[in-house]
Nanobody
Framework: QVQLAESGGALVQPGGSLTVSCSASGFIVDNYAIGWFRQAPGKKREGVAC????????YYTDAVKGRFTIAKDNGKFTVDLQMNSLRPEDTGVYYC??????????????????????WGRGTQVTVSL
């Protein structure tokens, strides 16, 4: 059974940095595109950063380009999201997710797999003074 678990969420001041991590079990991370999504109160869940399997092509939503970096470690079955220059609008619950089918990083991030995807429970990131 596929399981994803996020960790590392915290309260951070604006301008600060934080890394959240996703650990995967039950499948090899390298088989599918995987990504990070977030949901702020009252807003839709949105794709933040996604990475493809073998060639590791990355996609970032415009709001985080130049500030966030996604990276995966196939040996450890983890996918990290390094977040720098955090802003209050980055606040939300951060989820990692994947889907058992071929997707590009952009496809995964722009159309979250709500019907057939595997999702973690999320980790809270709050950017505030």
């Amino acid at each position: 059974q596929v399981q994803l678990a996020e960790s590392g969420g915290a309260l951070v001041q604006p301008g600060g940095s934080l890394t959240v991590s996703c650990s995967a079990s039950g499948f090899i991370v390298d088989n599918y595109a995987i990504g990070w999504f977030r949901q702020a109160p009252g807003k839709k869940r949105e794709g933040v950063a996604c990475i493809t399997n073998h060639d590791r092509i990355k996609y970032y939503t415009d709001a985080v380009k130049g500030r966030f970096t996604i990276a995966k470690d196939n040996g450890k079955f983890t996918v990290d999201l390094q977040m720098n220059s955090l802003r209050p609008e980055d606040t939300g619950v951060y989820y990692c997710a994947t889907a058992p089918r071929f997707l590009t990083a952009a496809q995964l991030c722009t159309d979250p797999p709500t019907m057939d995807g595997f999702w973690g429970r999320g980790t809270q990131v709050t950017v505030s003074l």
